[in-house]
T-cell receptor, first 115, second 111 residues
Framework: DAGVIQSPRHEVTEMGQEVTLRCKPI?????LFWYRQTMMRGLELLIY????????DSGMPEDRFSAKMPNASFSTLKIQPSEPRDSAVYFC?????????????FGPGTRLLVL | GNSVTQMEGPVTLSEEAFLTINCTYT??????LFWYVQYPGEGLQLLLK?????DKGSNKGFEATYRKETTSFHLEKGSVQVSDSAVYFC??????????FGKGTTLSVSS
């Protein structure tokens, strides 16, 4: 099993540019999560999908952030326009949502630096 | 609402010392409880879990017991190694919600 795949692993961009982060969940999983991690704010849930449908996007910081999941094997998180305060590590995680507990499998993360 | 509180770090220990990282939770009903670990430069990975009261999760020498009476899920290890240096997250899950993570506790083990 390849695990959760994220790309790119590192991204350096300039303020105002569009950034697109990509995620391929583990095959067979039905839930997908996007997190952001910074030293100041810790680990924050941005949005999660169940069966490709967004369930809770209350963690999305503002309208500059958007996420899509067009099919069960692919999701994107887009920031447009990017700002220096968006610099963070962005993690994607997937799980098979079951009744008695949910084990999430995390990708290696995308380290984003906005100059 | 549901929440998880874990002890502030960092925790600094010498090799072979005993480790306890406290975690308490607030929830209605019967959540499942987890410990995740994040090694430097990596994503989080599941360390252990317990799905009902009095269950003990264990892995790699780490243990945690689901205590409903004290709403706790403390992580313990009898003898830590330098390779255990990482950030440890306590988490809670209930059906219909996403995982709720604590803020994380950094463990640093020196030889």
């Amino acid at each position: 099993d390849a695990g959760v795949i994220q790309s790119p692993r590192h991204e350096v961009t300039e303020m105002g540019q569009e950034v697109t982060l990509r995620c391929k969940p583990i095959s067979g999983h039905n839930s997908l999560f996007w997190y952001r991690q910074t030293m100041m704010r810790g680990l924050e849930l941005l949005i999660y999908f169940n069966n490709n449908v967004p369930i809770d996007d209350s963690g999305m910081p503002e309208d500059r952030f958007s996420a899509k999941m067009p099919n069960a094997s692919f999701s994107t998180l887009k920031i447009q326009p990017s700002e220096p305060r968006d610099s963070a590590v962005y993690f994607c995680a997937s799980s098979f949502l079951a009744g008695d507990g949910e084990t999430q499998y995390f990708g290696p993360g995308t380290r984003l630096l906005v100059l | 609402g549901n929440s998880v509180t874990q002890m502030e770090g960092p925790v600094t220990l010498s090799e072979e010392a005993f480790l306890t990282i406290n975690c308490t939770y607030t929830a209605t009903g019967y959540p499942s409880l987890f410990w995740y670990v994040q090694y430097p430069g990596e994503g989080l990975q599941l360390l252990l879990k317990a799905t009902k009261a009095d269950d003990k999760g264990s892995n790699k020498g780490f243990e945690a017991t689901y205590r409903k009476e004290t709403t706790s899920f403390h992580l313990e290890k009898g003898s830590v190694q330098v390779s255990d240096s990482a950030v440890y997250f306590c988490a809670l899950y209930q059906a219909g919600t996403a995982l709720i993570f604590g803020k994380g506790t950094t463990l640093s083990v020196s030889s």
